[in-house]
């Protein structure tokens, strides 16, 4: 079952959520390797994808906000978009867009940032928006502060993490075609209240930035965590692995059905409303040299069809109807 677990060092001012996911991590997995169009991932795109669920995951479970996290990651190579979708409730989608050839041991940067391009962005959508009320967005790049390439998808999010939240943070994650899991260990915030928006930064906070003892020497200790272990162990075994020094506070896990499970968000509604932004021009072209409409969901892989009366009813003017903006379905 996948789990996510939070945790604080008692009396310093630290804290840390673990998370595995594994029955909805397979379920993404699965629904990719049966759909007839795309296949399965080559295994690093796939490994990847795992980080991002985990990463994606522990974010949404230590930020205060109920909306979707979408952690993407698009550039300029074979990979042009991976991107995975964490719901207030934790339900979870991924996928990624293969262009192109990747080879079985390709860097991120051969998948994504060939000629340093490659961009992270992470979208906070708030579950009700206000009128005229965007998602609050983040982004990015691939690359440090000297523009050498990043290879390793938790140091692009610890850097997103310091410049968002003014916040240490130091995170291990791992995948393979069974579980995707992550270690995040961060800094809490000495005054004011840290954000992924970044507002309300004291500079007492900002003072503390990679020099607080107690954050430093439990970095030191997260970060001897192996990926294999990350992938192996359970969540009680890796934390006393890791901590058996440190006094640790942890909260009732996730599981259940509060846990981590896969959900996709699509329906036919959604789908109607893109293919209106489309226009009703390139919609008969469609139906003009195809029959029908095929819209299928790159998430769950469910296929939505529009016949040339189901098209047509689509463009009969509604009453009362706002218009319809497109995105992510
Ligand atoms: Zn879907």
């Known amino acids: 079952m996948s789990e996510v677990h939070k945790f604080l060092f008692d009396g310093l001012p630290v804290r840390g959520v673990l998370v595995r996911l594994t029955d909805a991590w397979v379920e993404i997995l699965r629904r990719r390797?049966?759909?007839?169009?795309?296949?399965?991932?080559?295994?690093?795109?796939?490994?990847?994808?795992?980080?991002?669920?985990?990463?994606?995951?522990?974010?949404?479970?230590?930020?205060?906000?109920?909306?979707?996290?979408?952690?993407?990651?698009?550039?300029?190579?074979?990979?042009?978009?991976?991107?995975?979708?964490?719901?207030?409730?934790?339900?979870?989608?991924?996928?990624?867009?293969?262009?192109?050839?990747?080879?079985?041991?390709?860097?991120?940067?051969?998948?994504?940032?060939?000629?340093?391009?490659?961009?992270?962005?992470?979208?906070?959508?708030?579950?009700?928006?206000?009128p005229g009320q965007q998602p609050y967005q983040g982004v990015v790049p691939l690359f440090d502060d000297e523009h050498e390439k990043l290879e390793k998808l938790s140091d692009v999010l610890e850097h997103y993490m310091l410049q968002?939240?003014?916040?240490?943070?130091?995170?291990?994650?791992?995948?393979?075609?069974?579980?995707?899991?992550?270690?995040?260990?961060?800094?809490?915030?000495?005054?004011?209240?840290?954000?992924?928006?970044?507002?309300?930064?004291?500079?007492?906070?900002?003072?503390?930035?990679?020099?607080?003892?107690?954050?430093?020497?439990?970095?030191?200790?997260?970060?001897?965590?192996?990926?294999?272990?990350?992938?192996?162990?359970?969540?009680?075994?890796?934390?006393?692995?890791?901590?058996?020094?440190?006094?640790?506070?942890?909260?009732?896990?996730?599981?259940?059905d509060e846990a981590p499970h896969f959900s996709c968000t699509c329906s036919r509604e959604r789908v109607s409303n893109m293919i209106l932004g489309l226009g009703v021009a390139e919609a008969e072209s469609i139906i003009a040299e195809r029959g029908d409409i095929e819209v299928g969901c790159e998430f769950c892989g469910i296929k939505y069809h529009f016949d040339p009366i189901d098209a047509a009813q689509i463009f009969l003017p509604k009453e009362g109807v706002v218009p319809p903006s497109t995105g992510v379905q």
Request: glycine share 8%; with cysteine; net charge negative.
């Open 33 to 130: 390797a049966s759909s007839g169009a795309s296949g399965a991932y080559p295994l690093p795109v796939q490994n990847l994808l795992g980080e991002m669920v985990a990463a994606a995951t522990l974010m949404q479970s230590n930020i205060k906000f109920n909306g979707s996290l979408i952690l993407q990651v698009f550039g300029d190579g074979p990979v042009k978009l991976a991107v995975v979708e964490v719901m207030p409730n934790f339900g979870v989608r991924a996928t990624a867009t293969v262009l192109g050839e990747v080879a079985p041991e390709a860097t991120l940067s051969a998948m994504v940032n060939v000629n340093n391009e490659g961009k992270c962005a992470i979208t906070l959508d708030p579950q009700t928006r206000f």
């Open 164 to 256: 968002s939240e003014q916040l240490d943070t130091t995170l291990v994650l791992a995948a393979d075609g069974e579980v995707a899991a992550g270690l995040l260990i961060q800094r809490l915030p000495m005054a004011g209240s840290g954000n992924l928006a970044g507002s309300m930064v004291s500079q007492e906070n900002e003072d503390e930035i990679g020099v607080n003892e107690h954050y430093n020497r439990i970095a030191i200790l997260a970060s001897t965590l192996k990926r294999e272990e990350l992938l192996t162990l359970d969540v009680d075994t890796i934390l006393r692995r890791l901590f058996w020094e440190e006094s640790i506070t942890r909260f009732e896990p996730l599981t259940g």
